[in-house]
């Protein structure tokens, strides 16, 4: 079992003899990010990928750009419902 941190979060490497796999996951947080490789290493690099790309989707999905993204599409949809109208008169 090897503890490790990247960029703030932290992780467990844990080697399951069964599946001859090294697996962790993403901890004390709210959703589940899981990993896993065949070696130490590979595991090590297998997390910080894991991290840089939930850093990534957290970005995408806050609040404020998913507000932003709905007022960008209804702005669209009423600016085609205005040129739909003018090609009706």
């Given amino acids: 079992m090897v503890k490790i941190e990247y960029k ?4 467990e490497i844990k080697y399951y003899p ?3 796999e090294y697996a962790g996951k993403i901890e004390d ?5 899981c990993f896993s490789e065949t070696t ?6 297998a997390f910080e ?4 790309d939930y850093i990534s989707l957290k970005k995408l999905l806050t ?3 998913i507000s932003d993204r709905i007022d960008a599409f209804r702005k669209a949809i009423n600016e085609e ?3 739909a109208q003018k090609g009706k008169e």
């Fill in 8 to 11: 703030g979060y932290r992780t």
């Fill in 18 to 20: 069964d599946d001859e």
């Fill in 29 to 33: 947080i709210e959703d589940l990010v």
């Fill in 40 to 45: 130490p290493e590979k595991a090590r690099k």
């Fill in 49 to 52: 990928e894991i991290v840089e």
């Fill in 63 to 65: 609040p404020e750009s």
């Fill in 81 to 83: 419902k205005i040129k």
